[in-house]
């Protein structure tokens, strides 16, 4: 019997180990991925803190990307030898979200990518641009189409103006795809150094929130007093107030993550209401946003930018680097 490695969290908050397990046959629309890489982010960190209900136990991590080694019966759309990546919400194939479609999340409501082979429904499964490496491309489910769907929402154009916060996976993403679609780019971080990173990949306008805690001022002028078609806010209680105040006259703010806590965050709600301004969630997208992101990828010649890659067994090492925040953009494990 062939066997393969899985990374297995046996009790909620155990760290992974390996099991072999028996090499699985795909099914009716399914095919069988070899696994070559996956990317962390804030998600699976809290996953792997068992902080994230579900049953155990199950293999963590929602991104992957690899090969296509096996096809089940009636498989049309992917052959043996294509490139591909696992969509983060395989169920949400398009339209808008809905608890249904939004049930199935890889490594939360079963096995995700921490393992050598996953069988996966071709329907969640994204063909991987041809430019890209595997690591690359296990960047993208989550933080790539997270950031994707936030200039969806808006609307996003040549001419329009984005700000982003920080330079982590999803607000770099958020500068490339914006810089590809015409947009200007206003970006804020802590950091100089990685401000410097951010304007090498699009951003025209850099802002340190330390020199510049108000920094909604600065948008503003940047703006000419108009302000910004777009703020994508990734932290949350601290930050959601200069959001708002950041965003032009029906505007939009895209609430993506909680940097800063899960405290409630105080909301300007005079800005808000008088100047019409739209805050919308955002948890990642479907499997046709994805698609379409990728088109993107392929025709700007968009590379992710990944700091880091570790070993897939160094997960506990790769989360570490995340919690302190000494990444830039990606956090990337290789699978053998």
Wanted: proline share 6%; net charge negative; aromatic share 6%.
């Amino acid at each position: 019997m062939t066997t393969y490695t899985a990374m297995v969290m046996t009790a909620q908050g155990a760290a992974p180990e390996p099991e072999q397990r028996p090499l699985p046959d795909p099914g009716a629309g399914e095919v069988l991925v070899k696994v070559n890489a996956s990317s962390v982010n804030y998600h699976d960190m809290v996953n792997l803190a068992g902080l994230i209900w579900g049953e155990w136990p199950r293999v963590p991590m929602s991104d992957g990307a690899g090969e296509v080694v096996a096809i089940g019966p009636d498989v049309t759309d992917f052959s043996v030898g294509d490139r591909v990546m696992g969509a983060f919400h395989p169920g949400w194939h398009d339209g808008p979200p809905t608890p249904q479609a939004k049930a199935e999340l890889p490594g939360d409501s079963g096995d995700g990518w921490l393992q050598q082979y996953r069988v996966a429904a071709t329907d969640g499964l994204v063909a991987t641009p041809v430019h890209l490496s595997d690591i690359e491309a296990a960047t993208l489910p989550c933080a790539g189409v997270t950031a994707w769907n936030a200039l969806l929402e808006a609307g996003i154009g040549p001419g329009d103006v984005v700000v982003t916060q920080g330079t982590g996976g999803v607000s770099l993403f958020a500068v490339q795809f914006a810089h590809a679609l015409g947009a200007e780019v206003i970006l804020t971080s802590s950091s100089d150094e990685k401000l410097k990173i951010g304007s090498a990949l699009g951003a025209a306008h850099l802002i340190n929130y330390l020199d510049t805690p108000d920094w909604e001022h600065e948008v503003k002028r940047i703006t000419g007093g108009r302000g910004a078609d777009l703020v994508v806010d990734l932290g949350g209680p601290e930050t959601l107030a200069h959001s708002v105040r950041a965003a032009r006259m029906g505007g939009t703010v895209a609430v993506i993550g909680v940097l800063t806590g899960f405290d409630a965050a105080p909301i300007p709600v005079a800005d808000l209401m008088l100047n019409n301004i739209r805050v919308i969630g955002i948890t990642v997208g479907s499997v046709l946003s994805f698609v379409e992101l990728c088109e993107l990828i392929t025709t700007a010649g968009i590379t992710p930018h990944i700091s880091h890659v570790f070993d897939w067994t160094e997960v506990g090492d790769a989360v570490r680097v995340l919690q302190a925040g000494s990444h830039i953009g990606k956090i990337a494990l290789k699978i053998s």
